[in-house]
């Protein structure tokens, strides 16, 4: 079961236009599952994270800081289609008095299997489901706990304390590595064994401790008597669930000093972190065919904080290796998740600010190059970042696509165009000298790309404000060809 898409209005900066976002699934090929969302700063990157929390997690958060506050009035909505083997995951993760609720609303969609789930800050929010026959949303009550069961949703925040993924509980990293041996562990024979020694040590008459106890039990019993009537008091140690003990773990880290993991640098506590959530991951996906998963989303926000340059390239090379049996979504700005051979295998997303919130698209399967996207290409369109690599593309394309293959061709074309030759380039070759010539601004800079060793022209420059009017009029032309 996997994530299909994802529909929210009016949750926190998104207004009411942020059209439905369908993501990557994973289908065995290496970036299938991966879903990028790049952009820059408070374009909406993690507040569509925090809209998958808000549904799955319901955060205790008064209505106010969740709604739209262009739009304090409406209510926040937040819908996700899942798809897959959903009546399986039904099976095996729900509550069996739920179990007929869930199926009663799996629909089919060209023979796959749909459920859709919606919550918003209406009333007490509880998850409603789609009913395909009706149209409309069922609110059954009590299915919120149904619905966590049913899937795991990791988040590793880029504003909160890595540490805090190495402490044990229901939602955390280490909570869920350590989950997954429990139910087997308390059937081994050293727990039971276990049990036994905890009972003598505590429980027994004979015991050190149980003898010290005697006399408290005594004059408490005593009193009690006296005051209330006959009665025996007795101290009995309950066995301790194998959780309990689990929420004392404690992470080492030995780089030269052995210290707990939360006493180490921030950086290291993050790469600690994401490396439990990579074993997580690998552990789910080594798992026999036959043996149903409960199915794992991992949300990853600006994996590249605190990472060195390296770092972030294993990370995001083991992440696209996850990505081909389980759903990963990352919001990211930096060029190591972006500069890839495997970037058009994944679901890229750029995130741009609109004047009614956020506005994302999915530009995986559009560009300005059949090979689409590159690396310059993703930073124009996300960072509107004009870069030597996209104008070298753009002027190679238009070369291709026009056939004119000399820079005097194809220079005249650009010049029919109506792209002025408004700049002097004066040739050298091994330090000769040679013939100064009008060009346009695209062949001016293409030729200081190309030719940084002629030293004639090294007063003579060009801005970065040229670099993207020249980058931009060659995607106009493009565009006009292309029509």
């Known amino acids: 079961m996997y994530i299909k898409e994802l529909t929210t209005k009016f949750y926190k900066s998104i207004g009411s236009n942020l059209e439905t976002l369908t993501f990557g699934i994973p289908n065995g090929n290496i970036g299938s599952g991966l879903n990028i969302f790049i952009g820059e700063n408070n374009t909406g990157k993690s507040t569509i994270f925090e809209a998958f929390d808000f549904l799955r997690n319901k955060p205790s958060k008064p209505k106010s800081s969740i709604v739209n506050k262009s739009n304090p009035d409406k209510d926040a909505i937040v819908d996700i289609v899942f798809k897959g083997d959903i009546d399986s995951v039904i099976e095996e993760f729900s509550q069996d008095n739920k179990k007929s609720v869930f199926r009663a609303r799996v629909y089919e969609i060209d023979g796959a299997e749909h459920l859709k789930l919606q919550r918003s800050t209406e009333g007490k929010s509880p998850i409603k489901i789609w009913n395909s026959e009706t149209g409309i949303y069922d609110n059954v009550s009590g299915i919120d706990a149904p619905v966590k069961g049913m899937f795991e949703a990791n988040f590793v925040w880029a504003d909160t304390n890595p540490n805090d993924e190495a402490k044990f509980g229901s939602s955390t990293i280490t909570g869920n590595l350590i989950g997954e041996i429990l139910n087997s562990f308390t059937e081994h024979e050293e727990y039971q064994t276990f049990l036994e020694q905890y009972d003598t040590t505590f429980n027994n008459e004979a015991s050190n ?275």
Not at 340 to 360: A, W
């Open 209 to 483: 401790l149980k003898q010290q106890l005697s006399d408290i039990e005594q004059r408490t019993q005593n009193i009690f008597q006296e005051q209330f009537g006959a009665g025996n008091i007795q101290f009995q140690f309950e066995p301790i669930a194998p959780s309990n003990f689990f929420k004392n773990v404690k992470v080492y880290i030995d780089d030269g000093t052995e210290t707990v993991m939360d006493e180490k640098g921030s950086g290291m506590q993050r790469a600690v972190a994401l490396a439990m959530v990579q074993v997580y991951a690998d552990i789910l996906r080594q798992q026999p065919d036959t043996d149903l998963r409960k199915p794992l989303f991992l949300f990853i926000d600006e994996p590249e904080i605190c990472l060195h340059p390296k770092a972030q390239d294993k990370l995001f090379n083991a992440l696209l290796e996850l990505s081909r049996s389980n759903q990963i979504f990352i919001a990211t700005h930096s060029p190591y998740f972006l500069s890839s051979e495997h970037v058009r295998d994944m679901n890229l997303f750029v995130c741009k600010q609109g004047e009614d919130g956020p506005e994302i698209s999915n530009i995986s399967s559009s560009g300005f190059f059949p090979w689409s996207p590159t690396w310059g290409e993703i930073n124009y369109m996300a960072f509107d970042m004009p870069t030597v690599e996209l104008h070298n593309e753009l002027y190679g394309r238009l070369q291709e696509v026009t056939e004119n293959w000399t820079l005097k061709d194809f220079d005249d074309y650009l010049e029919s165009q109506g792209i002025p030759k408004d700049k002097s380039w004066t040739e050298e070759k091994k330090g000769v000298i040679g013939s100064t010539f009008d060009r346009t601004l695209m062949t001016f800079i293409r030729n200081k790309i190309h030719h940084p060793e002629n030293t004639t022209m090294l007063g003579s420059d060009y801005t970065s404000e040229e670099l993207k009017n020249s980058i931009d009029s060659m995607i106009a032309i493009l565009n006009t060809i292309d029509d």
